[in-house]
């Protein structure tokens, strides 16, 4: 079955830093590849999506590349702030209307940004 | 923001107790998801609907049964609670279609079993 694998931390840069939370995926046919971002004690919100190879998604800062040939669609941001510790969740959806059937998850990647 | 509400926030019971968890979309999405997270697991799909009256299993779905009678009502049951569904639940809503394969999540039902 389909499956996500992402680093679980806890990942700990200071404020300005580079980051890269890599995330490569198991999946049959074209799936569509989610980051989710958890603020503490919140639901999950959306921070960006691909639905088809070579994509990029981009918000807040955050970008990811869908990349079919290494099965992976790992998260940058080029300065990280304070307000951006939270846990980042990477998701597949497999595409084409398949979508009904739910997201996989990774296991999550605690993020820590020290001032 | 979706329009999605779940009730309780918390809850805490006592092992062999039925529980119910509600989520609440304004949204009028066809399909709505319970997931559960737990450490080290991410989260896990338990059932999903794609319609009124139209749902089915997930990942871990044993030890859970849900209904949805209206499009808005996305019911989760705990028949008989134990300890092992000591978790914080998430319901989640979609659209499907063209590019909304997006999934809106609520803020989460915090659920202890004593």
């Known amino acids: 079955g389909d499956s996500v694998t992402q680093m679980e931390g806890p990942v700990t840069l200071s404020e300005e830093a580079f980051l890269t939370i890599n995330c490569t995926y198991t999946a049959t046919g074209y799936p569509s590849l989610f980051w989710y971002v958890q603020y503490p004690g919140e639901g999950l919100q959306l921070l960006l999506k691909?639905?088809?190879?070579?994509d990029k998604g981009s918000n807040k800062g955050f970008e990811a590349t869908y990349r079919k040939e290494t099965t992976s669609f790992h998260l940058e941001k080029g300065s990280v702030q304070v307000s951006d510790s939270a846990v980042y969740f990477c998701?597949?959806?497999?595409?084409?209307?398949?979508?009904?059937?739910?997201?996989?998850f990774g296991k999550g990647t605690h993020l820590i940004i020290q001032p | 923001d979706a329009g999605i509400t779940q009730s309780p926030r918390h809850k805490v019971t006592e092992t062999g107790t039925p529980v119910t968890l509600r989520c609440h979309q304004t949204?009028?999405?066809?399909?709505m998801y319970w997931y559960r997270q737990d450490p080290g697991h991410g989260l896990r799909l338990i059932h999903y609907s794609y319609g009124v009256k139209d749902t089915d299993k997930g990942e871990v779905s044993d030890g859970y049964s849900v209904s949805r009678s209206k499009t808005e009502d996305f019911l989760l049951t705990l028949e008989s609670a134990t300890s092992s569904q000591t978790s914080v639940y998430f319901c989640?809503?979609?659209?499907?279609?063209?590019?909304?394969?997006?999934?809106?999540f609520g803020p989460g039902t915090r659920l202890l079993v004593l």
């Open positions: 691909a639905t088809k190879a070579d």
């Open positions: 998701a597949l959806s497999p595409g084409e209307g398949g979508g009904a059937d739910g997201l996989t």
């Open positions: 989640a809503i979609s659209d499907l279609g063209g590019e909304s394969e997006t999934q809106y």
């Open positions: 949204e009028n999405h066809r399909y």
